[in-house]
């Protein structure tokens, strides 16, 4: 009862920093961890440890499996490079260089061990530092850039926790057997999380029930991660790819119902469970530091080397960006110049004409390879980013779930071990406290410049009207739809052109309306009245609903279609 009672108090409370948080100005999970630091001293609060095996098992694979879906993966492709550097490069650098500092400072700990905390507080959470981005408008492949290293960097720095803890217990019988179950722990995850990819997904297809479809997404991220676990692979990783692939095959495997129910439902498991590893984290600081044996490093000692910890980690993450983004404008100069190197062997290609049917599958090869490049040259140009958008990704270091999860499944072996996981929670407080709450400020004061809406609602109607000239071609031939045969009502396909064609007028309409234009445009009135028409049939609908007058597996199918109704509407004004 006790633990229904805590669960109940902990959602109202993350509900209720949630709605106030963008009010103050602040990222709720910078609140959600001064909250928890303050209840854990007040009166009557019980004394919170939560086994690491819960958040490890329990709470990473969904957490992470909720970002993985919702990437998308051209835009991963594009900044693959940038990804990679700081999610694994950046991540082993920084476990070793502070494993160096921490094996420096205690005499009593070895190498590898000092590592194992190295990989702890190396990987940054993007959890705050996307809220921020997204509340303040940062640019897109800002954004993609973060949240790509913070899905690859905790499998990263997990993989070398592993390593290094086998190391500190002598079960390492050389660096090079080191490297080797490293790699044997990505490879063998990358290949199950694929498999599991491949596997749900071709089974959810054949799901006709959006309930079953659900519950089997669940069960998904456990799939992958216990299976990889067992074979000594990497868990979180293997729940990353099966997410990722997930993500991007749902979008021609499932259904209009499967993919609106998944957004809905991982979107609310993603902030419940984020929202309570920060309110966990501010919770377990009172334990953590009354457990301090004092003999051997005090408290304030543990917070000092903390500090130092943070401080190289931040110092190290700028000296590791800048020259990261030279080398992304050298690499996008050299791309430009091999397309169009690539262009012109196309273009001699093309003059060859020849009908053997080999060459033609040549040439349409290359012309989709080189559309492709041509597109990612297109997006460097507009979203590349300089030195402002490097100032913001090397301050949006910020430590959180991991680290929590990670400091305290260091073994009871490990000589300081409190004393470490005060470290790590040190440096997890305060690159949230220092960079979460300054982010904002930063991102201000130096003026980027996000998401143009204007030229968002230009390209948004320019797709739709691309889309819409594809998709009337059906009607050219509507036989192979209706069955030979069949006779065609021409006011029936009348209908639904003028029915599709709408969808491109609304488009074009908002991409060129003005605020004044906006609220009088025609549509605008239409989709109004249609609401309050809407509106009007839902009173009556519950009038007839008290009123006894109908079965109530009627009144919710009209719910149903109502509901629909209303939801295309609001869609397309963005009211609420």
């Known amino acids: 009862m006790e633990l229904a009672v805590v669960g109940v108090i902990a959602v109202v409370i993350i509900v209720a920093v949630e709605k106030f ?62 990804i990679t550097s700081l999610s694994v490069v950046l991540v082993l650098v920084s476990a070793f260089a502070t494993g160096f500092l921490l094996y420096a400072l205690l005499p009593d700990l070895n190498f590898a061990a000092a590592v194992a905390l190295g990989a702890v507080i190396s990987p940054p959470d993007a959890v705050a530092a996307t809220s921020i981005g997204k509340r303040l408008g940062l640019p897109p492949r800002l954004l993609t850039v973060l949240e790509g290293e913070g899905l690859v960097n905790d499998a990263t720095a997990l993989v070398l926790l592993r390593t290094a803890v086998a190391a500190a217990a002598g079960g390492m019988s050389s660096i090079w057997s080191g490297v080797g179950s490293f ?30 479809d659900t519950a089997l997404s669940f069960v998904v991220p456990f799939i992958a991660f216990l299976p990889a676990e067992e074979l000594h692979a990497s868990g979180v990783l293997a729940v990353v790819v099966a997410g990722i692939y997930t993500g991007h095959q749902g979008s021609q495997s499932f259904d209009a119902r499967a993919r609106i129910s998944d957004s809905v439902n991982w979107r609310t498991v993603q902030f419940l469970l984020e929202s309570a590893v920060f309110l966990l984290m501010g919770l377990e600081i009172r334990s953590l530091v009354e457990n301090i044996d004092a003999s051997l490093l005090t408290v304030g000692e543990s917070v000092l080397i903390g500090l130092l910890a943070a401080a190289a980690l931040i110092v190290l993450r700028f000296a590791w960006i800048f020259p990261l983004i030279f080398l992304m404008r050298r690499r996008a100069r050299r791309a430009e110049h091999k397309t169009m190197l690539f262009r012109l062997r196309l273009g001699k290609l093309k003059e060859l004409s020849s009908k053997d049917p080999r060459q033609q599958r040549r040439q349409r090869l290359l012309q989709r390879i080189y559309d492709r490049r041509r597109a990612d040259l297109e997006q460097e140009r507009r979203e590349g980013f300089g030195w402002r958008g490097g100032i913001v990704l090397s301050w949006s270091g910020m430590r959180g779930v991991v680290t929590l999860a990670a400091a305290q499944s260091l073994p009871e072996s490990v000589p300081y071990r409190e004393q470490l996981i005060l470290i790590a929670f040190t440096v997890a407080i305060v690159t949230l406290l220092l960079q979460g709450s300054t982010l904002p400020r930063l991102i201000q004061a130096l003026g980027i410049r996000g998401i143009d809406a204007a030229a968002d609602r230009q390209e948004a109607a320019a797709l739709l009207e691309e889309i819409i000239t594809a998709g009337l071609n059906v009607l050219d031939t509507p036989d192979e739809v209706l069955g030979a045969g069949a006779h065609v009502d021409q006011d029936v396909l009348e209908r639904v052109r003028r029915d599709t064609y709408l969808r491109s007028e609304v488009a074009w309409e908002r991409a060129r309306a003005t605020p004044a234009s906006a609220a009088a445009s025609p549509h605008r009135q239409y989709r109004q009245l249609r609401l309050a028409v809407v509106d009007r049939e839902r009173q009556a609908l519950l009038a007839a609903r008290s009123e006894g007058k109908y079965p109530s597996r009627i009144i919710v199918q009209a719910q149903q279609v109502l509901d629909l109704e209303e939801t295309r509407l609001r869609t397309r004004t963005g009211e609420h």
């Open 183 to 212: 790699v044997y722990a990505v490879v063998v995850a990358v290949i199950i999380g694929f498999l599991v990819g491949i596997v749900t997904v071709a089974v959810r297809a054949r799901l006709d029930d959006p309930v079953l």
């Open 21 to 82: 948080a963008a009010r103050l100005g602040v990222a709720a999970p910078l609140i959600l961890v001064v909250v928890g630091l303050v209840l854990s001293y007040a009166p009557g609060v019980p004394v919170f440890t939560v086994p690491h095996e819960w958040i490890l098992a329990g709470v990473l694979p969904p957490l992470l499996y909720a970002a993985a879906i919702k990437v998308p993966v051209v835009d991963f492709r594009r900044n693959l490079g940038p």
